[in-house]
């Protein structure tokens, strides 16, 4: 079976642009969670995303949103790039939503701000 | 306090030794725990979950201590490709956020 897979791998853009990244979860998988990591860190959390709604929200500016689609697939957007929104970007999939069901993560997209 | 906080080291361990890391956490409601193996540049994969008190998988051990708050993963006759950032994850709570630790850096020596 595939895992979670996501796109773009690799992403340059500049200050004030905009960025869609996107992710597929593991099939059968109903919940997508979105991550930032910056190098040395751990994964931030970003958004949990449960049958189309928000089911958790990180603390992230306002220019972050996400939304998932009825096949469970699901979108980040960045408005108005910051240099430091340079990261890689990590989707997770689970089961369920809920801390108690394993994620499993995806490749993540790396972004680059300049 | 952190609301997970890790050891970021590195260990520098020769093959063959047993290591361990601890990760403290601040929310005593936290009933699940999850850690994670991290390559270079990688995604991070699951390696145990945690949801009483411990669990084994082959040379890895994980146990809970809800009294101190606090959970650890034991690596026994370690290997070169045991080499990696080692991460913790808490869900919090009732909320569907999770916190990921900054990871503990195993580096085993030949």
């Known amino acids: 079976d595939a895992g979670v897979t996501q796109s773009p791998t690799h992403l340059i853009k500049t200050r004030g642009q905009h960025v869609t990244l996107r992710c597929s979860p593991i099939?059968?998988?109903?919940?997508v969670s979105w991550y930032q990591q910056v190098l040395g860190q751990g994964p931030q959390f970003i958004f949990q995303?449960?049958?189309?709604?928000?089911?958790g929200r990180g603390n992230f500016p306002d220019r972050f949103s996400a939304r998932q689609f009825p096949n469970y697939s699901s979108e980040l957007n960045v408005n108005a790039l910051l240099l430091g929104d340079s990261a890689l970007y990590l989707c997770?999939?689970?089961?369920?939503?809920?801390?108690?069901?394993?994620?499993?993560f995806g490749p993540g997209t790396r972004l680059t701000v300049t | 306090r952190k609301e997970v906080e890790q050891d970021p080291g590195p260990f520098n361990v020769p093959e063959g030794a047993t290591v361990a890391f601890n990760c403290t956490y601040s929310?005593?409601?936290?009933?699940?725990f999850f850690w994670y193996r991290q390559d270079c540049r990688k995604e991070p994969k699951l390696l145990m979950s945690?949801?009483?008190s411990g669990n084994e998988d082959g040379r890895f051990t994980a146990q809970l201590n809800r009294a101190s708050q606090y959970i650890s993963l034991l690596i026994r006759d370690s290997k070169l490709s045991d080499s990696a950032t080692y991460l913790c994850?808490?869900?919090?709570?009732?909320?569907?956020?999770?916190?990921f630790g900054t990871g503990t850096k195993l580096q085993v020596i030949p």
């Open positions: 997770a999939s689970s089961l369920e939503a809920g801390g108690v069901y394993e994620q499993y």
């Open positions: 995303y449960y049958e189309k709604e928000e089911r």
């Open positions: 994850a808490v869900p919090n709570g009732g909320y569907q956020k999770v916190t």
């Open positions: 945690v949801y009483s």
């Open positions: 929310n005593s409601a936290s009933q699940s």
């Open positions: 099939s059968g998988h109903k919940s």
